[in-house]
């Protein structure tokens, strides 16, 4: 018997064919299609991208044209009702990478249906969206995670590690940044950013890194933002912004994280995505930069515009292997691949039955909905107040877990503060 009519096979579909899709996605697909994926726990096991929804299928088309037979002859979907039509494959898993306020609407329609689904951060943008998507995936016996592939970054690792092992002892207060060039918010991104900030669309990496690495409750939310270059100066579009988290531990202590992000940073700034983390513990300090990883190449004529001074080889990079293979790899795609894994274990795992599988997989607080409560939080709490500051009404600050509400929002000079959800997060 042909042992390839034998395999088993993920059938799998994309939503959102942008950046994101051709920086990690893309590159995971075409990996997947002439390797497959293998484990012991599933054994060998087809990859295939049958079905992709998107608004136009321009993108698609252009990309099934250059690709030729590096990737499988997807099907194409655009219009209002891609989503519907690309579900009638028979999917095994679904991937969402459209804006991050689309991603609600998409998601619950794959996950009623019945199958796995991988989404972009932010997942969504308030915890009534979760709460809804976390249902849906426990009724329908699937996984609904979420990509947050700084984790995956080998310094975040070592950070998570150092802790962990009690090396690092007790954070006291954090501070990231990441900016992004202008062609970001005027580019790549120009069809989608009116009304939408940099905080909620970046800014996430970094929450979910304090919460997953350190743990403790989200206590205090507060937030501030400038705009006036990619929209109007009293607009809803926001240039930069800046967002303040307090957590409190079991020891009664707590700790505060600055976040900062941007996406107007002059497009020849030597270094394509500005990242800094410092976090400061009761015994050390620990500090990380994205330009200072030790690589900087010049090239006349090409840096720092075509080709960036600082190279961050550890994301996503393409490479000539030493034995003649060309590649592209890095910690972008590995979560993607760590994903599509964690599927072909519960369909196709041969220890247990498939809810234990599934159990075991949805125990992975790394990625999986349910354990995203907080960092949702604050995003709904971060787009909350700068809306208000949006109408005039600056210096609010949401209150996690208040004898009111889970999320509830205090603005200076208001007798009554306004409950944004209800239940405890």
């Not at 037979?69 to 219009?79: K, L, Q, V």
């Not at 308030?126 to 995956?152: G, I």
């Not at 531990?249 to 800094?276: C, K, L, M």
Request: charge should be neutral; aromatic fraction near 10%.
């Amino acid at each position: 018997m042909n042992a390839a009519a034998t395999r088993n096979c993920l059938r799998a579909g994309m939503v959102g064919m942008g950046m994101i899709f051709d920086d990690t996605y893309r590159p995971f697909f075409e990996r997947a299609h002439l390797e497959g994926l293998y484990d012991r726990r599933f054994a060998d096991v087809d990859v295939k991208l049958v079905a992709v929804a998107t608004r136009t299928g321009r993108r698609a088309e252009r990309y099934r044209q250059s690709a030729g037979d590096r990737i499988y002859p997807f099907e194409s979907f655009s219009g209002s009702a891609a989503v519907e039509r690309m579900l009638q494959t028979e999917l095994t898993f679904a991937c969402v990478a459209t804006p991050d306020n689309r991603h609600f609407e998409a998601a619950k329609k794959i996950l009623q249906a019945g199958v796995h689904v991988l989404i972009e951060k932010p997942s969504v943008l308030s915890l009534q969206e979760l709460d809804e998507l976390v249902r849906l995936a426990e009724r329908n016996k699937v996984l609904a995670k979420v990509v947050y592939h700084k984790l995956c970054d080998p310094d975040h690792k070592k950070l998570r590690t150092l802790f962990a092992d009690g090396v690092l002892q007790h954070v006291n207060s954090g501070y990231c940044t990441l900016l992004e060039p202008k062609q970001i918010s005027g580019e790549q991104f120009a069809e989608w950013i009116t009304g939408r900030n940099p905080g909620t669309y970046v800014a996430v990496h970094y929450i979910k890194l304090i919460d997953f690495t350190f743990g403790g409750r989200l206590k205090t939310v507060m937030a501030t933002g400038q705009r006036g270059i990619v929209g109007p100066a009293d607009g809803g579009t926001w240039d930069s912004c800046q967002l303040r988290l307090v957590y409190q531990y079991d020891s009664g202590r707590e700790a505060a994280f600055d976040i900062h992000t941007s996406w107007v940073t002059p497009d020849n700034f030597p270094g394509y995505v500005e990242q800094e983390v410092q976090f400061r513990f009761d015994n050390g300090v620990w500090n990380g930069h994205s330009r200072r990883r030790g690589v900087e190449c010049t090239v006349e004529g090409k840096t720092p515009t075509e080709l960036k001074i600082s190279l961050n080889n550890h994301y996503n990079a393409t490479f000539l292997e030493p034995w003649g293979e060309r590649s592209q790899r890095g910690y972008g795609i590995e979560v993607i691949d760590r994903f599509a894994r964690e599927v072909a274990y519960v369909e196709f795992g041969r220890d247990g039955d498939r809810t234990e599988r599934l159990e075991k997989m949805r125990a992975l607080h790394y990625n999986d909905l349910s354990a995203d409560r907080q960092v949702v939080a604050a995003v709904q709490a971060l787009e909350a107040i700068l809306d208000r500051q949006q109408q005039g009404r600056p210096d609010c600050v949401v209150r996690v877990n208040d004898p009111r509400g889970g999320l509830v929002l205090y603005e200076p000079g208001r007798a009554e503060p306004e409950v944004l959800y209800g239940d405890p997060v």
